[in-house]
Structures are given as structure tokens and as C-alpha cells.
């Protein structure tokens, strides 16, 4: 140990302690000479110098008062004495080392520190070669869960294990802890988990409950065990507790087996598979299987019949790469019946619950709503380059009104390769292709196998520097094989359609100077647009119908608008600290309009009034000036009478104290629909939240989902109510959030983190 002491006073020793002191001195001196120059440390007084570690610092020591007995062959320190070998160190008003052992004996307001985990005590006894030992009345803190451990007798057997007698597990302040753990015997490993034998729950003075057996993790790394359960109750289902297992099966792909008990349905179990592999590539699946017992005149007063006992729902979401840069999608979305998305819509099983998770794990949800009934499951291949895209596409619906599910046309599959506009050498031309192979199947109905190739040729004539001509041309070939659903068609259709395409569009903008909330400049693009569009009318009745490729409507028609949008500037520093710039798009603004130059046009798209020639006027507004504010909204207005036939608005806003508003509008003149979502969450005070949710329909003057809530957060715990009602469902959620230990309860709501400070 090398020994560097800060002051030495004199005393009143004997002389033979002062002559075994010089000799001590003498030997560090020879022993230093014999290690080149180097200062020695105390372990390489001893004789076992190979017993630590060759990639470890020596110990050093400094104190007030330094001594050292040769006789005994260890150093006594006395005042603010402080020991330390890289992270590792010892702080102590006394402390007696002995070389030879390797043990010190500490007392004092004693502190070892090793990392950012540290341990306390008066009276300590520790092996520094195995960092193992003894303390009396001490505390132990794991800094990767935020846990303090406080015991009698504090036994450190290894260098990641603890054993406890008589204390206390708590990541609150340990002095006036607001829960706490009680335990006679407890086990810690660090980076694994802490096991206790006969433990109490405490809420302060008040014990709440006892176990003879307890698991918690000692560290936020992913470890096997179990995780907390969820408890909830439903008119529909009852009491039900949801008990979920975590399994780390290696460093890239877990799984969690959950167990949930429903008082009115039985046990549904369920597994969530997850993988990150970099040659498997990343995925995640989950299935859920239940034997429903639920009694069928129950279900039928909450509004709902009795589907099947065999209930399941499996879905799942996977990315990979196969050689040759392709890249691999598959999604699987399998439900048992019609109202399974609709009975389960809690916990693990429910499909608020899947989106998240899939949102966070791979940034996809699952294809189709909860409320469609043609569940989508699909195998997606695609190879790119610089110009061009082949790709394999095949999509399963499972429709679960069994009654049209023979009849459900599925697409088996689809291979298409396409050509973005290229410019080839020596040629004012551009051509693009778009071409696809589609074989449809079902049991019953018509099927078969439909080829369609549509390449394009454009001439683009710059007329003046804001202005650009671009008139293409088109022809569309699509072959057919069908088996018919009846005798008395062709099995071989073809059909040739050209169309004509001529656009005229302009760029213009100006750049602003702006000093104001650290932007610099801001850019103002205008772009006026216009089209023609001309597809001739063709006869298609005599073609099978699988998509809307198959019915094409004659086109002639004018399209028209602008686009304008605000781009500001920032000057930002990159990774390497260099200044660099950074554009945002601030807003858009985009205005269009149809005109039908022939009456008879029958093309969808083209949406216009019976016997009227301009279509609507569609407005589409996007503002993103900053993380406080995203809106979207978009308008479709009707020119005769000026009323609106669709809106579609997003709102969002955002500040830092974490107070949010999202809101959602959704109007069809067309289809019935007419509502409004909202969401609000206000933090009252700094550790008091509440939030709201509404789901209204105007159109059928029906609230078709709420909720109410209300979260406080005190340092170490927090507590979370709320009310949710939905149909004829009603459920009270109550839940507890202990720091280190996680949720207890039926809480729905996440997104919550803290940080514990642990420093003593």
C-alpha cells in the first residue's frame, strides 16, 4: 500500500513503539527499492502478493495520525482516514490494517464505497482481497435499483452476495422510511435478486401484511423472476388478479408467461415472446388462450353472446434481413371470435395494451383496428436500389363473421416490381414501370390470377426558371385468369387503358432573416400545381372484380392548388461540437380542387355532387413549430353550399411540467360518423396529477368510453385512482407505485420515472 500521510503529530509512545515504527518505515523503504522506485503497498508487505487481482490499483492510505507495528505487521490510522484502490474506498475515524491477513478493521462513521454502491456502519470488518466481511448496525445501498438494506448484522459473503439478520428493505429515506420491508432473514446478490424469509409490508408504523417468502431485484437489468401483479375488477369479468413471470432466456430475446385469473371467466394464460437478434432479426409475439367459464345468461345481460369456450387471440410482429438486401416484414393478427378484442380489454390480453407494446418495442401496431372483423395477417419481402423495388406481398384476412369467411377474398400473394422515373443516357425522356402478379383465392366466389403492367413516359420542359411542363403518357396492360365462380365466363380477360397526364407546376420562395427564439431564418415556399388527367371510358363488366384495379373510371378531368410552407433555421453543435445547421418545418398549408371536364366521368376520385362538375375544395393544414405543439387538420368544403363534408382534426400540445391536451375530431357526411376524442393530463402541483379521457359520438349522442384519474407521487411511493366507464362496463382501478419494486394494482396508466439520489 502505497502511504502518503497528510500531517503527523507526536506522542506519547513507548520506545519501543516508536523503534518498531522506524523499522516499519525502513522496510516500506527497502520494499520500495526492490519494486524499482515504486511505493509499495501493504498487501506487498505480506507474503501473499499474488492474491490480488494484476488489473487492480493498490491500496493507498492517508490519515491524521499514521502508525505502523512490525511486530504484528499492520498499520493503525487514526482521524479522517480514508483508503482507496480505484472506485473502490474506505472512509473511518479509526483503522487497524493488517498486512498479512489483508483485513481492516474499521470503527467510526465508517463508509465503503464501491462504485456507486455503498455501505455504512460503526464497527466494520473487512477482507479487502475478497471485498468480503462483517458490519454491526450498518446500511447497504444498491444504486442500480435504488434500494437501501438496513440490518443488525450485515454479513458481505462474496463479492456481489449479502446476507441480513433482523432488518429492514426500503427505497425510501432509511431513517424515516414511508414503506418498508421488514425481514428476519434475507439473501442479496447484486445485479441479480434479493430473497427474504419471513417479511412484513409496513406503510410507516402500520403493518399491512406478512409472507413467509419474498422476491425483489436488486438491480435494473433484465433478470428471470416474477414480476408484481395486476388486480382489477369489471362488471363484465369480476375480480380478476393477472400474476406475470419473466423469463431472460439470454442477452438477446426474453419472454413473460402471465397467469390471469377472472373471477367470471377462469384462468387466461398468456406469453409475450420478444428477440433481438442480429441474424434472426427482431420480433415480438403473444398469444393468450382462455376455457371460458363464463355463464351465458351473464354474458347476455352485459350485451354480449356466448361465442365458444376455446377463446384465444395470437398476433405478433417480425423484422429480418435474408441475403441479397432483402428485407422481411411479417405480421400475424389470429382472433378466436368476434367479441374477444371487445370482453378483453384489460391487461396483458388488451389491444390498447398490444399497440403499446408493439409501438415501443419495433414502432408498428397491428394492422387493423379491434373494431374490424377481418383480422390482417401478412408476409411482406422487399429488395431496393437506387431505381427500383421488387417486392413478394401476401396478406391473410381471418374474417370472424363466419358467415362471409368463405366468401373473404385473400391475397396469395403479390409480386410486383417497379421502376422509379429514371433518366436514361443520351435521352430528354424519362420512363417509370409499375407491374404486379397477383394471385386472389377464396373458397366460394370467383378467383384467380391477374397480371398488370403500367409503364409511363415523361418529357419534363423547364419553360422559365419557376416554371416546369411535365406531360406523360401511359399505357395500362392487365391479363387475366380466372376460375369463375360460374361456367358461363372466359377463363382468359385482358383489358388495355391509356391515359394522358400533363402537369404544370411553379417553385417560388424567399428567405427571411429571424433572431428569435434561436432561429436564424426562416424559408416561405409557395408551389401553384395543375394537372390534367385523361383516361378513356372502357367497357370492365365482363372482368372479374377482386380490387379496385379492376374498375378504373373514365377520367377527364383538371386538378389545381397550392402548397405553402414555413421552414425555419437553427444553428445547433453536432456530435463533434461543431456548429451545424438544422432545418425544421414549421407548417404547411395545401389547397386543391377538381374539375370534371366531361359530366359523365364515373371515377371515384374524383368526388363531385350528382350532375355537378367541381369537386369540393380540400384543405390540409400541418403545424409543428416545436415539441409543444403538433396539429393537423383537414377540411373538405362543398363550393355551392359551402357546408363541409369530412374534417379531420389532430391536436396536441405539451410543456414541460409534463400538463398535456390531445384532441381528435373525426366527421363523414357520408358515413354516419361524427366524433371527439380528448385526453388531459394536468400535474396540479409538482407530485399531483390528474387526467381525463372521452370518447363522444355526436351523431348517435352516445359517450361511448370515460375516465377519470387522479396520481400522487411522494418520493419513494406513489398512489393512482381512477373510474372508467365503457358500455354498460364499469371499473374502479386502484393502484400503488413503490419505487424499486414497481406497480401494485390495476394501474393503466404509465409513464412515470424517477430517480433516486442514494448519496449518504
Avoid at 358467415?403 to 429514371?422: C, F, G, M, N
Wanted: charge should be negative; charged fraction near 25%.
Amino acid at each position: 500500500m502505497r502511504v502518503r500521510m497528510r500531517r503527523h503529530r507526536s506522542t506519547a509512545r513507548t520506545k519501543q513503539g516508536s523503534i518498531a515504527a522506524a523499522l516499519g518505515w525502513l522496510l516500506i523503504a527497502a520494499l520500495a527499492g526492490t519494486c524499482a522506485g515504486a511505493e509499495a503497498s501493504f498487501l506487498d508487505i505480506g507474503e501473499q502478493q499474488d492474491v490480488v487481482a494484476s488489473d487492480r490499483e493498490p491500496w493507498t492510505i492517508q490519515a491524521d495520525t499514521l502508525s505502523y507495528d512490525a511486530k504484528a505487521k499492520a498499520y493503525l490510522a487514526e482521524g479522517n482516514v480514508f483508503i482507496s484502490s480505484g472506485d473502490r474506498s474506505i472512509k473511518a475515524d479509526w483503522a487497524r490494517l493488517d498486512s498479512v491477513e489483508q483485513r481492516a478493521e474499521l470503527a467510526g462513521n465508517v463508509t465503503l464505497r464501491f462504485g456507486r454502491d455503498w455501505l455504512q456502519g460503526e464497527h466494520v470488518i473487512w477482507n479487502l482481497d475478497t471485498e468480503t466481511g462483517w458490519v454491526d448496525g450498518g446500511t447497504v445501498y444498491f444504486s442500480e435499483s435504488g434500494f437501501y438494506v438496513r440490518g443488525k448484522n450485515i454479513t458481505k459473503t462474496g463479492p456481489s452476495q449479502y446476507e441480513l439478520q433482523e432488518g429492514i428493505i426500503t427505497s425510501c429515506n432509511p431513517d424515516d422510511p414511508d414503506w418498508t420491508i421488514r425481514t428476519r432473514d434475507l439473501r442479496v446478490k447484486v445485479g441479480g435478486r434479493g430473497v427474504a424469509k419471513h417479511s412484513s409490508f409496513w406503510a410507516g408504523p402500520i403493518p399491512l401484511f406478512y409472507t413467509p417468502f419474498a422476491v425483489f431485484p436488486v438491480n435494473r437489468e433484465r433478470q428471470s423472476g416474477f414480476l408484481f401483479p395486476t388486480l382489477g375488477s369489471s362488471s363484465l369479468n369480476g375480480f380478476g388478479v393477472e400474476v406475470p413471470y419473466y423469463w431472460a432466456i439470454r442477452q438477446d430475446m426474453d419472454a413473460t408467461f402471465t397467469a390471469h385469473y377472472m373471477e367470471e371467466r377462469g384462468i387466461m394464460a398468456g406469453m409475450e415472446y420478444r428477440i433481438r437478434h442480429p441474424k434472426w432479426g427482431q420480433g415480438i409475439w403473444m398469444v393468450h388462450y382462455l376455457d371460458d367459464q363464463a355463464d351465458k345468461s351473464h354474458l347476455r345481460d352485459e350485451g354480449y353472446p356466448f361465442e365458444q369456450s376455446d377463446r384465444y387471440w395470437v398476433r405478433g410482429s417480425h423484422t429480418f434481413a435474408l441475403p441479397h438486401e432483402i428485407e422481411g416484414f411479417l405480421s400475424l393478427d389470429v382472433v378466436s371470435d368476434r367479441n374477444f378484442l371487445k370482453e378483453f380489454e384489460r391487461g396483458s390480453v388488451g389491444f390498447d395494451e398490444t399497440n403499446d407494446v408493439l409501438r415501443r418495442f419495433s414502432g408498428r401496431e397491428i394492422l387493423n383496428d379491434k373494431s374490424v372483423l377481418s383480422r390482417e395477417s401478412s408476409l411482406y419481402l422487399v429488395r431496393r436500389n437506387d431505381n427500383q423495388l421488387m417486392s413478394f406481398d401476401t396478406r391473410y384476412w381471418d374474417n370472424l363473421d363466419r358467415s362471409k369467411d368463405e366468401r373473404t377474398l385473400q391475397q396469395l400473394p403479390r409480386i410486383a416490381y417497379d421502376i422509379t422515373p429514371t433518366h436514361p443516357m443520351l435521352s430528354p425522356f424519362y420512363y417509370s414501370l409499375e407491374s404486379a402478379g397477383v394471385h386472389y383465392w377464396r373458397p366460394e366466389g370467383d378467383k384467380g390470377t391477374r397480371f398488370d403492367m403500367l409503364p409511363r413516359i415523361y418529357y419534363p420542359v423547364h419553360l422559365w426558371p419557376y416554371l416546369v411542363l411535365e406531360p406523360s403518357m401511359g399505357i395500362r396492360t392487365t391479363l387475366y385468369s380466372v376460375d369463375w365462380d360460374d361456367s358461363d365466363h372466359s377463363p382468359t380477360k385482358a383489358r388495355v387503358l391509356p391515359d394522358v397526364v400533363l402537369e404544370l407546376s411553379s417553385r417560388m420562395e424567399r428567405v427571411y432573416a429571424f433572431n428569435r427564439w434561436n432561429i436564424t431564418a426562416v424559408q416561405h415556399v409557395v408551389r401553384p400545381e395543375f394537372q390534367y388527367e385523361w383516361i378513356p371510358d372502357e367497357d370492365q363488366d365482363d372482368l372479374p372484380e377482386f380490387d379496385r384495379i379492376d374498375r378504373i373510371g373514365n377520367r377527364h378531368a383538371l386538378r389545381y392548388g397550392f402548397s405553402t410552407f414555413l421552414i425555419s433555421k437553427r444553428m445547433i453543435r453536432d456530435a463533434n461540437n461543431e456548429p451545424a445547421a438544422h432545418y425544421l418545418e414549421l407548417g404547411r398549408l395545401r389547397v386543391t380542387q377538381a374539375f370534371k371536364l366531361d359530366r359523365s366521368s364515373d371515377d371515384d376520385l374524383l368526388q363531385t355532387e350528382a350532375g355537378k362538375r367541381f369537386s369540393n375544395v380540400d384543405f390540409e393544414l400541418d403545424l409543428t413549430p416545436g415539441s409543444w405543439l403538433n396539429l393537423s387538420y383537414d377540411v373538405s368544403v362543398s363550393p355551392y353550399d359551402y357546408s363541409t363534408t369530412r374534417h379531420d382534426l389532430a391536436l396536441g400540445l405539451r410543456d414541460s411540467r409534463n400538463n398535456a391536451l390531445n384532441l381528435s375530431y373525426r366527421y363523414r357526411e357520408d358515413m354516419d360518423l361524427d366524433e371527439i376524442i380528448s385526453g388531459v393530463h394536468l400535474a396540479i402541483r409538482p407530485n399531483l396529477f390528474i387526467y381525463t379521457y372521452h370518447d363522444y359520438s355526436f351523431d348517435q349522442k352516445e359517450m361511448f368510453e370515460e375516465s377519470y384519474g387522479v396520481y400522487y407521487q411522494h418520493g419513494c411511493w406513489g398512489i393512482r385512482m381512477g373510474y372508467k366507464e365503457e358500455d354498460e362496463d364499469r371499473e374502479f382501478m386502484l393502484a400503488f407505485t413503490l419505487l424499486g419494486l414497481g406497480q401494485v394494482g390495476t394501474g393503466y396508466v404509465s409513464g412515470f420515472g424517477f430517480s433516486p439520489a442514494g448519496n449518504p
